[in-house]
């Protein structure tokens, strides 16, 4: 059973940093693309962050370039992202999920197949 399990989202001042971890089960997280994605309120799921199957390279949205790390740790079957200089419009609930079918990454959330339950993160003074 395809299983992920997001963590380590919380209330953070601006400036702060956070990384959030996706655990994986049922699956190698290496052998598929997983995205990351936030919702604010009121808002649509937007693609953050993703990183392709195998070998393919990370790839960020807009407004985490430069501040957001995605990185895979095969061993542990989990999918971080690490998040710097946040601001409170990176405010959301942050959710990952698995792309079982392409070889690059997509920041469209109707291209994955299943998701995990979500961590909110809060960007405030």
């Known amino acids: 059973q395809v299983q992920l399990v997001e963590s380590g989202g919380g209330l953070v001042r601006p400036g702060g940093s956070l990384i959030l971890s996706c655990r994986v089960s049922?699956?190698?997280?290496?052998?598929?693309?997983i995205g990351w994605f936030r919702q604010a309120p009121g808002n649509n799921r937007e693609g953050v962050s993703c990183i392709s199957r195998h070998t393919g390279g990370p790839e960020y949205a807009g407004s985490g370039k430069g501040r957001f790390t995605i990185s895979r740790d095969e061993a542990k079957n989990t999918v971080y992202l690490q998040m710097t200089s946040l601001t409170p419009e990176d405010t959301g609930v942050y959710y990952c999920?698995?792309?079982?079918?392409?070889?690059?990454?997509?920041?469209?959330?109707?291209?994955?197949?299943?998701w995990g339950q979500g961590t909110q993160v809060t960007v405030s003074q």
């Open positions: 999920a698995i792309d079982l079918w392409r070889d690059w990454c997509s920041f469209a959330a109707h291209d994955y197949e299943n």
């Open positions: 049922g699956f190698t997280a290496g052998d598929y693309g």
